[in-house]
Each structure stands twice: as structure tokens, then as C-alpha cells.
């Protein structure tokens, strides 16, 4: 439906991160999607790490740092679970931990400038592995593409590589 019109389709593919949860309710097959908190920094050294030519993504202990260009650097990110009472609330100190968990095995980064930080919720599935790729159970033709938490970015493109497969 949308709005009061019945729209007919082929093939229907939920991807709607959070959004994942009420659509599939109206479908009567429900799938449980909840928010996790992230949260990561920007910062930037006077020299970029190692070869300007050669920035690769590194990752260790579960920190990420991704080089962005002109020596500034992306580095994450917090896991962040939603309170008693559902919420889910930025915790600096949680930041902070990333920021010396990320230095301490990048020690050059304890002279960059913070830039900038931020956060967002991330889509996680609850009592099944992240993603949800594929069938929406009952259905032949509701496809799943959702649930990717932390790798939304990251998989995005093997993810449609797989609901094109499932189509053809």
C-alpha cells in the first residue's frame, strides 16, 4: 500500500535499515531490527601515516581507521546499546576509549587535531546474524536486504550483487 493505493509488484525488497521492523509487521512476518549507537572521530596529522600513495583502511582491536585524504583520518566506532527504557544515549567516555584503544596501536595519532565527531544509530538484528539477506518467510517474492549494522557502507554492493542473484 501506499497511502490508500494498492500498488502491484513483482518483487518487493525491504531495505530499510530500522525502518525494516514496522514494514515487515504490516507484513505480518515481523523481523526485529533495533538501533545500536555509533559513534567515531575525524581527526588530522601534520603528515599522513605511512605512504601518500598507499592509504589503506586499518583495523585492530575492533577500531577502524580510514584515511579520508590530506592526512585526516576516520576512526571508530563505539557499540552503544539502548538503555532500560529503549533510548540509546552518545556516552563520551565510550569515545574516548576509541580514541586511546586507536592510539594505542597507531601511536602517531596521539598529535592529530580532532576535527570533528559524530554519531548515528545502526540497524542490528536481534537473535540473528547481521545482515538479513534473502526471503522474508511465507513470501516468494519479499526480499530481505537489512540489518547490516556496522557494514552497511561495506557491503552494500555485495548486498545488492545477492538480491540481483535471488531475482534472476
Known amino acids: 500500500m501506499l497511502g490508500d493505493e494498492a ?10 535499515g530500522l525502518g525494516s521492523t514496522p514494514l515487515t509487521t504490516q507484513l505480518a512476518k515481523s523481523i526485529d531490527v533495533r538501533p545500536v549507537l555509533g559513534q567515531a572521530l ?6 599522513p601515516l605511512g605512504h601518500r600513495e598507499f592509504q589503506p583502511v586499518i583495523t585492530g582491536d575492533d577500531i577502524h581507521l580510514v584515511p579520508i585524504g590530506d592526512g585526516e583520518y576516520w576512526v571508530g566506532a563505539t557499540v552503544e546499546f539502548p ?6 544515549i552518545a556516552q563520551a567516555e ?3 576509549k576509541v580514541r586511546q584503544d586507536a592510539i594505542a596501536f597507531c601511536p602517531a ?6 576535527i570533528r565527531t559524530w554519531s548515528g544509530v545502526r540497524p542490528r538484528p536481534e537473535g540473528i546474524a547481521a545482515p538479513i539477506i534473502g526471503h522474508l518467510e511465507g513470501y516468494n517474492n519479499v526480499l530481505l536486504a537489512t540489518g547490516h549494522y556496522r557494514n552497511g557502507v ?12 535471488i531475482i534472476l
Do not use: H, S
Not at 7 to 16: G, P, R
Not at 42 to 47: G, R, V
Not at 83 to 88: F, L, R, T
Open 42 to 47: 575525524q581527526l588530522k596529522l601534520a603528515n
Open 7 to 16: 500498488i502491484d509488484v513483482d518483487w518487493l525488497v525491504v531495505a530499510a
Open 154 to 165: 561495506l557491503l552494500a554492493p555485495a548486498t545488492a550483487l545477492a538480491i540481483r542473484e
Open 83 to 88: 538503555n532500560q527504557m529503549g533510548e540509546v
Open 109 to 114: 595519532l596521539a598529535d592529530a587535531t580532532i
Open 94 to 96: 565510550l569515545l574516548e
